[in-house]
């Protein structure tokens, strides 16, 4: 059964040589948390923020001076280890109350050894085992629970099963990081470079799951109906290589372009309607982007922006990269902290100390490289357009012609493109090292802002074989170019920032332009208002022949046998797609929502430095109300020491007696009063034996109230 | 597969399974790896609980700490006898702890033991100079350093003591979400 007084738990504090080895002293942490926990990994059963929040000790801290100090506080060994022993009692009861998966997550943050881990667990499941001994048989007790918990739940409580089905979970958990993609690069990027820069490979891999599940979408819905039935094919053209390169030719009749898919209705039992299955799909799959994107973008914005803290605090103690292996990597680190650090000093000293002409000139440089960097990205857009139009007649030319040369030539565009969109951000980057921006983090945010204002107009569509060949692309000159980053990056922001860069130009820009193709109101009457849209091609593609893509809808809407089996659909679509008045109301009731939401944000800000200075107040208090509790204690020795002279409590009380509360080396001086720097020597009991005081304290009360009787 | 070991007994892997953060096959992989450091001193057979320990020299040559700053804190940290000489069990928390399955407050405890160098609960001036040191290869002068010190106390120190506790330290790292992805450290 479970042993009351487990020896390695209290034999190590008393070695001479250690100290506080293993002993761990955390208060209760009452770091209440403003916004929810951001860490996803705590699950989020309310016993979980209950143990971390209260039980945080688990064992006392010994003073600097080891055992000494324990004899001069009177306190004897017995003492603290029947604190421990209580305190690992009521820990273990609390274990073996919860289910167990929460067991084995409590028992994995509990911040102890894995020594004593391994104890707690043996002794949880030595009382949970003895539980269930004093009931009549196992399954009764499964059988009573069957009506209120899962089937999962009831094998966790009978103690065999139990331990296969995690088992199970064990085995499924080892498989599923089997099939984690690229983990060994990742280790490897993020070992020689650090988190900022493995932070753009961990997004390429988000994309690739983003475009693998875009791509099963589009398969399963548009191509494969149209794989089934393939339409008559006219000119049929023979497969020669040069189409790898153009994409014309015998592609242009396959199911690789629009022009491929037929506009009539598949299959002989149940129709399946190409030209709504084409449309419906491609909107679903836009809005499903959007949602994504939007929401993992709020998300990270969120995590790594709103609450993010900066200064010299967070640069010593938060910023440094553990997982950072290559030494040149680490030296560089270190310099940039150090120029970083020494930067932040001085700002502090001098202040801007920049006179008015050499604002002046800073500001003309900074106009000056602006309007370079947009006149590049218009010149390249303007250059693209021409070229455009020059290629369209090329192709035509080559259509009639129907020569090698000529199809070649009209690989010129993609070339030229090709071409700017390697030179133009090596120029941003020659640009941006004219410039002198006071931190190297202003540096980046407009190198990125430049570079994401030029790929807007032009509008890149990531595909997913690029994608991946653009990975190991990246890996292989990284490992032969780059040095590690000469300025350290912070990753979780560039996350953010990179979601953010791909939803606003590229999403969005294609979003609109695809709705401008696409839509088409239908006025009242045969001449309506809006001929914004483009007309279908007439000779193939789904929506031959009509007039515009979305007529395709309505008039699916106003068939007949429509009306009458999905009239809700028809409802839907009469009072909402068309009516304009819907979207107005939605837009009004959007940006209330927005509002109101404003006005919650403000005012949890102000509810945080509310509880910020709540906090410095308890600490003042505290210090305040111990050392009243010191002086009391003093008032009483003198006041008992006039009265009993042969008892041998007075012992206890000189030892007590020489804990005086220095003000300057425990309380850092008094409180709301500015303090010396001290610190040359290590302080004595530190205001942390405030449990300690306590004890002493309830000690002396009971030992009071002995003697009254 | 994970029958066939006989490393360890199936309660041995089935506690360190419910008290790290790793699965079988990691802490195997682990064991391989901590016994690669001293192969002729650790035996290949852990079911009797042999009482071994790997000098901190020879975790100090690991490649995943050799160039950390802070690999002889770490190491003391985790270790029971306080020197930086490791048992398997040290061995795999402190990996454990490391990884990024870890949550925020369990690291955070970590690192602020990590960065009290002298074991006194708090994080005080000498230990922030003595962690700046570490980080700037020594290059910034006297009042430089004291000048930084002096300001993350100022920026941290919420309870106006002069010096930072855990839950100064906690609060700090809150606000600082790149921190889980930072301090960990890849096995």
Redesign the interface.
């Known amino acids: 059964m479970g042993c009351l007084t487990p020896p390695t738990m209290t034999v ?1 504090p008393w070695k001479s040589t ?5 002993i ?4 209760d ?3 209440d ?2 916004t929810a ?3 996803q ?2 699950p989020s059963t309310p016993h979980m923020g209950d143990l ?1 929040r209260r039980r945080g000790t688990r064992k006392m ?1 010994l003073f ?1 001076g080891g055992g000494v100090a324990l004899g001069k506080l009177g306190m004897t060994e017995e003492d603290i280890r029947d604190e421990i022993e209580s305190e690992e009692r009521d820990l273990v009861k609390e274990l073996a109350a919860m289910s167990s998966r929460d067991q ?1 997550q409590a ?3 509990l ?1 102890m ?3 004593d ?2 104890h707690i ?2 002794q949880v499941l030595a009382t949970k085992q003895s539980k269930h001994g004093l009931q009549l048989t196992c399954c009764s007790s499964c059988s009573e629970q069957v009506s209120r918990v899962s089937s999962r739940l009831l094998l966790e409580e009978c103690g065999a099963h139990g ?1 296969s089905f ?2 199970f979970a ?2 499924l ?2 498989a599923r ?1 089997a099939l984690e993609l690229w983990q060994g690069t990742m ?1 490897e990027v ?2 020689k470079f650090g ?1 900022s820069v493995l932070s753009y490979f961990l997004f390429l891999k988000w994309l690739l799951m983003f475009n693998i599940f875009s791509f099963l979408v589009n398969f399963g819905f548009i191509t494969v109906p149209q794989l089934v039935q393939p339409p008559n094919r006219t000119n049929a053209v023979n497969f020669r290589g040069l189409e790898l390169l153009t994409g014309a030719g015998y592609f242009n009749q396959s199911v690789l372009y629009y022009g491929g898919y037929s506009d009539e209705k598949i299959g002989e039992h149940s129709e399946y309607d190409m030209q709504l299955a084409y449309f419906f799909t491609i909107s679903a799959y836009l809005v499903m982007c959007g949602v994504c994107l939007i929401y993992s973008m709020a998300r990270s914005f969120q ?2 922006f709103v ?3 900066s ?4 640069q ?12 040149r990597a ?2 560089q680190r ?1 310099n940039n ?2 120029v970083q ?2 930067e ?2 001085s700002e ?1 000293n001098q202040g801007d100390k920049m006179t008015m002409s050499d604002k002046l000139k800073q500001f003309g440089i900074h106009l000056g490289t602006w309007f370079i960097s947009m006149g590049l990205a218009a010149g390249s857009c303007a250059a693209v357009f021409y070229l455009c139009e020059y290629n369209l007649q090329v192709i035509i030319d080559s259509q009639e012609s129907r020569s090698t040369l000529t199809e070649a030539s009209t690989l010129l565009l993609p070339f030229v493109v090709s071409l700017i969109n390697l030179v133009i951000p090596l120029l941003y980057s020659l640009l941006s090292k004219a410039e002198r921006y006071s931190g190297p983090r202003t540096k980046i945010y407009v190198i990125i802002l430049r570079i994401g204002i030029y790929f807007s107009p032009l509008l890149p569509i990531m595909q997913m074989i690029k994608l991946f060949i653009l990975f190991y692309l990246k890996k292989v000159s990284l490992n032969q170019n780059c040095q590690p980053p000469r300025r350290s990056g ?3 922001q560039m996350q953010t920032m990179f979601i953010a860069l791909l939803f606003f130009p590229s999403f969005v820009g294609a979003l609109s332009m695809v709705g401008y193709t696409v839509w088409r109101y239908e006025g009242p009457g045969a001449g309506s208002r809006w001929t914004c849209c483009l007309k279908p091609s007439k000779h193939c593609g789904p929506f031959q022949g009509l007039n515009s893509t979305f007529q395709a809808v309505s008039l699916w809407m106003s068939r007949e046998d429509t009306v009458s089996d999905y009239s809700w659909a028809v409802w839907i679509f009469d009072n909402m797609i068309k009516s304009a008045l819907f979207f107005y109301l939605i837009t009004i009731i959007t940006l209330v929502l927005i509002y109101f939401f404003w006005q919650v944000t403000q005012g949890r800000r102000l509810l945080i430095t509310l509880l ?1 200075e709540q ?2 107040n ?3 208090d ?2 305040f109300l111990l050392d009243k509790l010191q002086k009391l204690q003093r008032e009483r020795q003198t006041a008992a020491s006039t009265q009993r002279t042969n008892t041998h409590i007075p012992q206890r009380f000189e030892r007590i007696q020489e804990i005086e509360p220095d003000y300057d080396r425990d ?3 008094i ?1 709301g009063l500015p ?1 010396v ?3 040359i020597e ?2 004595g009991p ?3 034996s405030a449990l300690i005081q306590a004890m002493i304290a309830r000690r002396q009360a009971e030992e009071e109230e002995e003697e009254e009787y | 597969m994970g029958n066939k070991q006989t490393i360890f007994t199936t309660q041995q892997l089935d506690a360190y399974q419910d008290c790290t953060f790793f699965t079988r096959k990691e802490i195997i992989r682990l064991f391989h790896r901590y016994r690669d450091l001293a192969p002729q001193l650790i035996p290949l057979d852990y079911t009797n609980k042999p009482d071994v320990k790997v000098p901190y020299e020879l975790i100090g040559s690991m490649p995943e700490l050799k160039e950390n700053p802070f690999r002889q804190r770490i190491a003391e940290v985790f270790s029971e006898d306080g020197e930086g000489n490791m048992t398997l069990d040290d061995f795999l928390d402190m990996f454990s702890v490391l990884s990024e399955m870890a949550p925020r407050d369990l690291k955070a405890y970590y690192a602020f033991k990590i960065y009290d160098f002298n074991n006194d609960d708090y994080i005080c001036v000498s230990d922030l100079e003595k962690t700046l040191n570490k980080l700037t290869r020594n290059e910034l002068s006297e009042d430089e350093s004291r000048l930084v010190c002096e300001k993350v106390i100022d920026e941290a120190d919420l309870d106006n003591d002069g010096r930072l506790s855990l839950e100064d330290f906690q609060h700090m790292i809150i606000r600082a979400p790149d921190f889980l992805s930072t301090f960990h450290i890849r096995i």
């Open positions: 190590k250690g100290g506080a080895v293993n761990a002293y955390q208060m942490s009452e770091v948390y403003i926990p951001l860490d990994s705590l971390l801290s600097p084995i028992i994995r943050v911040p050894s894995l020594e881990k391994k667990r043996s331990h995690r088992k064990a085995n958990a080892s990081q280790k993020g070992g988190t995590r790594n609450l993010s803290a200064g010299s605090a967070w010593l103690l938060c910023s440094w990269d553990f997982s950072m292996t290559n030494e680490i030296r270190k902290l150090r650090l020494k932040s000093i502090k912070r990753a979780a910020r906090i410095i308890e600490g003042k505290k210090a309380f850092g001086g409180p303090h720097e001290e610190n290590p302080p530190p205001v942390a």
